[in-house]
């Protein structure tokens, strides 16, 4: 997988959220999405995602331009926030075996009970999803797209709803993603867990994109360049 996106930018009447993004990525990248509240992380990731159209600008995914309505590319692309797109209705099972058809790819009952087993919920495999807890649901999610294995996977704060344990899961999961050649952007406030995994950074400052580099120890840039959000006196730990 590989994205490339060029002026991206995003209006809402008369206020920009989003201007003249350009960034490529390519395979294997763990990106840790970065700013303070408001700085357009979230609406970033929905126009990625196709949640919402651009207002200028283009996505290109491997090459093809990337379209809304185009259902080949958007199941390329997956989705993980807290609380999305799982169906309380039905059973951990039945969710799991929901979205495998809906995304035209066949497992198995062991695949899934493989992924429920591994995000630790193989013993509620058969419960109602409504009876989870958040960072339950965020878990299901997490075992959802380890069965999908979308090209490119978007994560907004996951980090808030999962336990200790939970965010090794997730950790792991991210991280074997991306040696699978993979494309992992993730937005987080969470700071030094976030780049303790990933390979990239980006920092968003009102709508715009002011730093986007590769990882390396130490890193300079990235502490000067984030340290103009932090609070007078505290240090940045990359």
């Known amino acids: 997988m590989r994205i490339t996106i060029q002026r991206l930018s ?3 009447g008369l206020l920009w959220a989003l201007r003249e993004i350009n960034f490529a990525l390519a395979p294997g990248e763990l990106v840790a999405l970065l700013g303070p509240n408001g700085a357009g992380k979230t609406t970033l990731l929905k126009l990625i995602a196709g949640l ?8 290109d995914l491997n090459g093809t331009p990337f379209q809304r309505a185009n259902p080949a590319l958007r199941e390329q692309i997956g989705f993980l926030a807290p609380g999305g797109h799982i169906y309380e209705n039905l059973t951990l099972r ?6 495998t058809a809906l995304y035209k790819q066949s497992h198995d009952p062991a695949a ?3 992924a429920l087993r591994n995000v630790e919920l193989l013993d509620r495999a058969d419960d109602y999803a409504s009876t989870l807890s958040s960072g339950m649901k965020c878990r299901l999610s997490i075992a959802k797209w380890s069965l999908l ?3 490119l996977l978007l994560l907004d704060e996951p980090y808030g709803v999962l336990d200790g344990s939970g965010v090794d899961l997730l950790e792991s999961f991210l991280k074997a993603h991306c040696q699978k050649g993979n494309i992992v952007i993730m937005a987080s406030h969470h700071v030094s867990r976030v780049l303790n995994i990933c390979n990239r950074a980006m920092i968003l400052h009102r709508g715009r ?3 986007n580099a590769p990882r390396r120890e ?8 984030f340290g103009e959000f932090l609070p007078h006196g505290e240090l940045c730990s990359s």
């Not at 039945?94 to 979205?99: A, K, S």
């Not at 130490?218 to 360049?225: G, M, Q, T, Y």
């Open 112 to 114: 899934i009970g493989i």
């Open 149 to 151: 294995q979308p090209g």
């Open 52 to 59: 919402i159209p651009p207002t200028l600008g283009t996505i």
């Open 94 to 99: 039945e969710n799991l075996r929901f979205f």
């Open 10 to 12: 995003k209006a809402y």
């Open 218 to 225: 130490p890193w300079p840039e990235f502490d000067k360049a």
């Open 209 to 211: 994109l002011t730093f």
